[in-house]
């Protein structure tokens, strides 16, 4: 007996997200002459002001995915990560020992009133590189 699949946009969206994370090859792999990554990593809600999680932690670039790619904090929000994977990218490219920057949640998600409610948690992060 087959039960018919329940759509869950949100399961949907992170299942396909960590196929292509598993898909890429390793930080060190597409770029090596880094040596070293720190991760700075700040959620605020979306006015900016309140500050949602802080983390920051050493990436391991032998093992970490080159889609370098964040959840969002929110629970709720569908289609909403954080793809930091271009401003690496960049950064390598011009051997910049930091990049900082801020980006916005194109997620969204349900409200009783609005189907599509935008997301819009921001996080500012920064990045410092170390090289070979
Ligand atoms: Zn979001």
């Not at 299942?15 to 991760?39: K, W």
Request: positive net charge.
């Amino acid at each position: 007996m087959m039960h018919p699949r329940r759509s869950n946009p949100r399961a949907e969206y992170r299942l396909l997200q960590s196929q292509r994370a598993m898909e890429s090859v390793s930080l060190a792999q597409r770029f090596p002459r880094l040596d070293g990554l720190t991760v700075n990593l700040a959620y605020f809600d979306a006015e900016g002001l309140s500050k949602h999680s802080e983390m920051k932690y050493k990436v391991n670039v032998q093992h970490a995915k080159s889609v370098f790619c964040f959840v969002c904090p929110s629970g709720e929000c569908v289609g909403g990560d954080f793809d930091l994977s271009e401003e690496l990218a960049k950064a390598v490219g011009e051997r910049r020992k930091l990049a900082a920057g801020e980006m916005r949640c194109a997620g969204w998600h349900k409200t009783p009133k609005v189907e599509r409610a935008p997301c819009q948690i921001l996080l500012r992060y920064k990045l410092t590189l170390d090289y070979v």
